[in-house]
């Protein structure tokens, strides 16, 4: 191996037994790689593509069946040992001791990887700086803020210093905040230390700050190059449909996502929609000037994510897939399934909130918070690590008590009567907590009996949740065995299953490839389409485009309330100027903790100009 490759791989297979069902799954096939010496390398794909299985392989805590496989200069296979001691490796749940302070995890860890103690105090000083957790060393992992957690276990990982460092979807429940600070803390240790950086990761702009992009599904490489090679594949087909008319972005961007003969993929972005057309001959086609109707027309510069998108639909077409097909059925099954809400019943206050406290004891984590949320709203909840967000969406899940205020969920008071409001809502949480070792089948028919579903109605039910999931020939799939974008749906399918008024979704698309957040987004807006009131969390800001109005809240106070337009205006930008939620949550957020430096901070903006 060349002194200029910090890895190579040829030829690399490898396969698991399932042993529920006795199958073969080809994790890798045919895998091929040259990684430089001093670069950050990204592996992007969906759930299941293989990018954990091949990142565990360079840590030496998988083996090949096939193949060849050097990590600096060393085999993998003869000598595991000799590069674990070179190489850092976090992993996607890295393992903080939650009763131990900040200080206590680090002499952990220098313990466990042999740093001898006169090393450690100036690497230690410099990681702290780095980290910014100088100041909380003497505080309990546990009582961190996410993102803080994040940045200790990297911390940790780092306590020694390595040639290679490898990140499995670091950021994953991470709010943007603290995206930038880590980021800046990677760049910053590979031009200082010309360390080597492997990092797998569900964003896709994360990845387009990487020299290198490699694009895995299904165990194999679709593609590779620098972040520009391959946006490429998108070029002449990114347009922006700038619209002016009073209808929601996201209602233009699913007739487009449905129009799949036309349309690779469709977000809404900056308060319009953005769109890559299947071929440059389509955008003249008259069936796609029908849909756009009034809206005007710009040509696009390709993002990585374009490009993506791009091979992702060639390669699902390839095996006889139909992506947007499915998405359309899916929202003509829930558009069937639940009654239109009429004009006068969309106004209908389903979610009030008033003055809102939770006091955990002296600490006060939500602070006199009030906002109204109408019958088919989609209303984000939105806010860094700690910001109260998560503790808010608990009080109108029901979860937990509020400590004063009015809070009313579905015409019932939440303080006094929190057992009928929970029969009108439906809850999907972050992490998959249905019962892994029941089949599919079973969680359907356990959790349609606790919401009082019976007989008839029960089978109805889980017939219509079979069809609008796309659950079928899974019933007897344990739970725990299905990919994580089946795990989402049959999540999904359970919080729906008694019909609630209001679905409560707890950061149900982190961690997951955009081709799975389209998915997922489509089945959204027909929900809200019938009437079902959405309230959400989420750390992907462009995901907040598809909200009709958010909240952002930072250390228990409510910092903004409005559309995504109003909002962008409240962080101090121009209305007629581009919308990026990213750049607006951050400027928000630095506004109420840095008010004289406000608009000053980190920022991520994607730069992007529209074009004719």
């Not at 990092?199 to 490699?214: G, H, K, M, W």
């Not at 060639?314 to 069937?336: F, P």
């Not at 027909?526 to 989420?538: E, M, P, R, Y």
Request: aromatic fraction near 6%; include cysteine; hydrophobic fraction near 40%.
């Amino acid at each position: 191996m060349s002194d200029a490759h910090a890895v190579v791989g040829r030829h690399l297979h490898k396969r698991f037994l399932d042993k529920e069902s006795g199958r073969t799954i080809h994790a890798l096939k045919d895998i091929n790689l040259d990684i430089p010496a001093g670069s950050i390398t990204a592996f992007v794909g969906p759930d299941g593509a293989g990018k954990t299985t091949l990142i565990r392989m360079m840590a030496g805590l998988l083996r090949c069946e096939e193949g060849e496989l050097q990590v600096l200069g060393l085999d993998v296979a003869r000598h595991p040992q000799q590069i674990q001691d070179r190489i850092s490796y976090m992993p996607q749940r890295f393992g903080l001791y939650e009763d131990l302070s900040v200080q206590e995890n680090l002499d952990l860890y220098a313990d466990l990887h042999g740093v001898p103690p006169e090393a450690r105090g100036q690497r230690y000083q410099r990681l702290m700086e780095m980290t910014g957790l100088a100041r909380f060393t003497d505080r309990p992992a546990g009582k961190l803020s996410g993102g803080m957690k994040q940045k200790l276990g990297l911390a940790c990982t780092l306590v020694r210093s390595p040639e290679l460092l490898l990140l499995d979807e670091p950021t994953v429940g991470v709010d943007p905040l603290s995206r930038v600070e880590l980021w800046e803390i990677v760049e910053q240790l590979r031009r200082d230390e010309h360390l080597t950086v492997i990092i797998s990761t569900a964003y896709l702009d994360e990845a387009e700050r990487c020299s290198r992009v490699y694009v895995m599904h299904e165990g194999e490489i679709l593609a590779e190059g620098a972040p520009e090679a391959l946006s490429a594949h998108a070029r002449d087909r990114c347009f922006m449909a700038v619209t002016h008319s009073a209808e929601p972005a996201r209602a233009l961007q699913a007739r487009l996502l449905d129009a799949c003969e036309l349309v690779v993929d469709a977000v809404p972005q900056g308060g319009h929609v953005r769109f890559i057309v299947a071929n440059p001959d389509s955008q003249h086609d008259p069936r796609l000037r029908s849909l756009l109707g009034d809206a005007e027309v710009q040509a696009m510069t390709p993002r990585l994510e374009d490009g993506f998108m791009v091979l992702m639909r060639r390669r699902l077409q390839h095996m006889g897939h139909s992506h947007e097909a499915s998405l359309a059925a899916a929202a003509m099954s829930a558009e069937e399934s639940t009654p239109q809400a009429s004009a006068d019943a969309t106004r209908e206050v389903m979610i009030e909130v008033r003055d809102l406290v939770r006091r955990f004891g002296d600490f006060v984590a939500v602070n006199s918070t009030s906002f109204a949320v109408q019958r088919g709203e989609i209303f984000g909840l939105l806010g860094p690590n700690g910001a109260g967000k998560t503790t808010t969406f608990r009080m109108l899940c029901g979860l937990l008590p509020a400590s004063s205020g009015f809070l009313q969920v579905a015409g019932v008071n939440l303080r006094t009567a929190r057992a009928d409001a929970r029969r009108r809502i439906g809850y999907v949480s972050q992490k998959f907590s249905l019962y892994g070792n029941l089949s599919v089948m079973e969680n359907l028919e356990f959790f349609g009996g606790a919401y009082g579903l019976r007989g008839k109605r029960l089978r109805r039910r889980i017939d219509t949740v079979m069809e609008q999931f796309e659950l079928g020939g899974l019933e007897r799939t344990p739970s725990g065995h299905l990919p994580g974008g089946f795990k989402q749906r049959l999540a999904m399918a359970v919080g729906l299953l008694h019909e609630p008024d209001i679905l409560f979704l707890d950061e149900p698309t982190s961690g997951t490839d955009p081709l799975a957040r389209r998915e997922f987004w489509r089945r959204i807006t027909a929900l809200a389409d019938t009437g079902v009131t959405i309230i959400i969390t989420t750390h992907f800001l462009d995901e907040a485009e598809y909200c009709d109005r958010i909240v952002i809240q930072d250390a228990g106070e409510l910092k903004a309330l409005g559309t995504p337009r109003e909002v962008w205006v409240q962080a101090g930008h121009r209305a007629d100027s581009f919308l990026n939620m990213e750049r607006a949550f951050i400027d928000i957020v630095n506004q109420g903790r840095h008010p004289k430096t406000a608009n000053t901070g980190a920022v991520i903006a994607t730069g992007e100009v529209l074009h004719a």
